[in-house]
C-alpha cells in the first residue's frame, strides 16, 4: 500500500534521528549567513546554498509575505503574597481585558482565587488572581496593575525561549524578525529571523512586493502531539490579521501570475486559513481581509490553496510542522532531505538553517 497515496500516517511516520548537538542554541552572528536547503517538492531534488542565495529564487512579479508579529517578555517570575512561594507564569494569550490564558509553575499550588504578586520584594507592580484553570496546567489570570501593562512587562518579563534553548540569549532582539511589529507572540516565527534589513531591500528592487499578515504565536506551537493517530491530534488556536489592502496585493499578484512566497509555517497557516475561507465561488478563490482564530490542520492530504513557495526552518521530530511541510512535499521527500540536512551538519530549529521548498 502506498501511503502516500492514501495519506493516512501515524505519528511515528513523522519521527526521525536527530543527533543533540545538531540543535542550534545560539543565533549566528550575520542572521542572512545561514545555511539554506533548497526543496524541489515535485522532485524531491534538492541543493544546499546560503540564505542571502533567497534572491535568486524570487521573481519580479512575485509576493513575499511575512508575519509581523512581535514576541512578547511572556515568561514572569511572582511569589505567592501569603507564602512567599516562587511562581513561574508564561502568558499564552490575551484572552479578553486584562484576562490571559497562562501556564503556571507549580499549577497544583494554584486553584481558582489564588494571588501572585510580581515585581520585587519591596514592591509589587502587577498582582494576578487566578479566574479559571485549564488542562496541562494551564490558568485564567486576571492581572491589576499601575500603568501600561506591557511597559511593566518589558520591566519584569523574560523572552520565553523553546525548551530546547538552553543557552542564554545576550541580545533579545535575536528572538524578533527585523520587521517585527504588533506585539502578542509567546514564541517567534522563527523562519523570519534570518531576514535582514539589506536582503529585504534587494527582494523588493527586484521587482517582489512584501506583504505582510500577523498570526500571534502561541507555545502550542511546542506541545507535542500524543495520540499516535494524527487525526485525532486537537490543535490550539492562534490569532490572526490581514488587512484589505494585503488582500489586495496578494490577489493582484495571484492574477498576474506572481508566486505567493509565505515566510514561515505562521504565514502559511494564515494564508491557507483564509483562502479556505474564500476559496468557494461566491469570492472567485480571492482573499478578503479576514481576522479571527485558527485551529487549522495542516497534514498530507490537505488541499493548498494560496501559497506557492515558502521559507522554513527545520522541525522537531513528529510535530505538527514537520506534518505541515509534509502535505506539501510528501513525506518521503521531507524525510530524505532531513536526512541529507543531519549528514549535512544543518543546524536545526528556532537558531538553526533554513530551508526554501518550491514546485
Known amino acids: 500500500m502506498n501511503k502516500e497515496k492514501e495519506n493516512h500516517y501515524t505519528l511515528s511516520d513523522f519521527d526521525y534521528d536527530l543527533p543533540h548537538e545538531l540543535i542550534a542554541q545560539t543565533p549566528l552572528k550575520k542572521r542572512d549567513s545561514s545555511r539554506m536547503l533548497v526543496l524541489n517538492a515535485k522532485s524531491g531534488a534538492y541543493e544546499d546554498r546560503h540564505f542571502y542565495d533567497i534572491i535568486d529564487y524570487l521573481n519580479p512579479g512575485d509576493a513575499l509575505v511575512m508575519n509581523n508579529s512581535r514576541v512578547i517578555p511572556a515568561r514572569l517570575h511572582g511569589w505567592r503574597p501569603d507564602t512567599k512561594g516562587h511562581v513561574e507564569v508564561l502568558l499564552l494569550r490575551q484572552d479578553h481585558g486584562d484576562v490571559w490564558e497562562t501556564l503556571v509553575k507549580p499549577a497544583r499550588k494554584f486553584p481558582v482565587g489564588s494571588k501572585i504578586a510580581f515585581g520585587d520584594q519591596n514592591q509589587t507592580l502587577i ?206 521527500n521531507i524525510l530524505n532531505a532531513y536526512k541529507h540536512a543531519i549528514a549535512e551538519k544543518y543546524r536545526f530549529f528556532s537558531f538553526g538553517d533554513a530551508m526554501f521548498i518550491h514546485k
Do not use: C
Open 127 to 332: 498582582t494576578g488572581t487566578v479566574v479559571g484553570e485549564l488542562e496541562h496546567g494551564g490558568r485564567y489570570i486576571e492581572f491589576s496593575y499601575q500603568g501600561i501593562f506591557m511597559e511593566l512587562l518589558d520591566k519584569l518579563g523574560e523572552m520565553p525561549l523553546p525548551p530546547y534553548i538552553k543557552e542564554k540569549l545576550s541580545d533579545q532582539e535575536r528572538y524578533q524578525t527585523v520587521y517585527s511589529k504588533i506585539e502578542g507572540s509567546a514564541a517567534a516565527p522563527t523562519a523570519g529571523l534570518h531576514w535582514t534589513p539589506e536582503l529585504l531591500d534587494k527582494v523588493r528592487a527586484k521587482g517582489v512586493k512584501t506583504i505582510e499578515l500577523t498570526l500571534h504565536v502561541g507555545l502550542g506551537t511546542f506541545r507535542p502531539v500524543e495520540e499516535e493517530d494524527i487525526d485525532h491530534h486537537k490543535m490550539h488556536s492562534e490569532f490572526y490579521q490581514l488587512s484589505q489592502q494585503a488582500a489586495d496585493e496578494i490577489n493582484k499578484v495571484r492574477h498576474d501570475g506572481g508566486k505567493i512566497v509565505a515566510t514561515g509555517t505562521t504565514t502559511i497557516r494564515t494564508l491557507e486559513t483564509i483562502g479556505h475561507k474564500f476559496n468557494g465561488d461566491e469570492f472567485g478563490g480571492d482573499l478578503q481581509a479576514d481576522s479571527g482564530w485558527t485551529d487549522i490542520f495542516i497534514k498530507p492530504g490537505f488541499k493548498w490553496t494560496t501559497v506557492d513557495a515558502f521559507i522554513t526552518n527545520f522541525h522537531l521530530p513528529k510535530s505538527t510542522l514537520v506534518m505541515l511541510v509534509a502535505a506539501f512535499t510528501g513525506r518521503d
